[in-house]
């Protein structure tokens, strides 16, 4: 089974600040997702990765996969309190995926 | 495109009765995962499914819990004699079965189970 650590577990942060959150693994993954989870939803997807050190830019949101492809960053700028939710990675092969414990970002007006 | 559905959103049992979850999966995909969150946890895999087979159940508990995936109709994911510690949402997720992007899982709303 492979894991995936999520670090920091939770944040707290006043709006307008950066913050980046990680997401490693020992195992190398073939693809990489990034979602976002919002109080009684269910979680959204906001990026795939796929090749080793690529980076993806989603407005204020900059995901990074690194170059062995066993952990990925997500890094985002200015934060709003809109940004305030659970962040999950997920990695694995093919239709085989699990997920991280997740990053609770909360961002203070 | 409608996304994945899932119903009820709100459930409630009492000790000892029978809960189904059912998912309708988006259009044009046949892989179905269930998942069950606690709150203020992350997601905890149990069960994922292709139509008329359960390909990994390995995070769903050995008692009371099972799923199905029919030719025909939604995903059910059924507890019986449910106990307090059911008490929790239950996400549901579906992908393709090949080609590109066959790994990226969309999820509907989420089913919330109060057993009272």
């Known amino acids: 089974t492979q894991l995936l650590e999520q670090s920091p577990q939770f944040l707290s942060i006043q709006e307008g600040e950066n913050l980046t959150v990680y997401c490693n693994s020992s195992?190398?993954?073939?693809?990489l997702q990034w979602y976002r989870q919002e109080p009684g939803e269910g979680p959204v997807l906001l990026v795939t990765?796929?090749?080793?050190?690529e980076v993806k830019k989603l407005k204020r949101l900059t995901f990074q996969f690194g170059d062995a492809r066993k952990d990925s960053s997500l890094h985002i700028t200015a934060a709003q309190p809109g940004d305030t939710g659970l962040y999950l990675c997920?990695?694995?092969?093919?239709?085989?995926?699990?997920f991280g414990a997740g990053t609770r970002l909360t961002v203070k007006p | 495109n409608a996304g994945v559905m899932q119903n009820p959103r709100h459930l409630v049992r009492r000790r000892g009765q029978e809960a189904r979850l059912r998912c309708s999966p988006m259009?044009?995909?046949?892989?179905v995962y269930w998942y069950r969150q606690l709150p203020e946890e992350g997601l905890k895999f149990m069960v994922y499914?292709?139509?008329?087979?359960?390909?990994?159940e390995s995070g769903m508990p050995k008692e009371r819990f099972s799923a199905e995936f029919p030719k025909e109709g939604p995903s059910i994911l059924r507890i019986q004699q449910v106990v307090r510690g059911d008490s929790a949402a239950y996400f549901c997720?579906?992908?393709?079965?090949?080609?590109?992007?066959?790994?990226?899982?969309?999820f509907g709303p989420g089913t919330r189970l109060t057993v009272t």
């Open positions: 195992s190398v993954f073939s693809s």
């Open positions: 997720a579906s992908s393709r079965a090949g080609g590109l992007r066959v790994y990226e899982q969309y």
């Open positions: 997920a990695g694995g092969e093919n239709n085989d995926m699990r």
């Open positions: 499914l292709q139509k008329e087979n359960i390909i990994d």
């Open positions: 990765v796929v090749t080793g050190g």
């Open positions: 259009k044009g995909h046949s892989h």
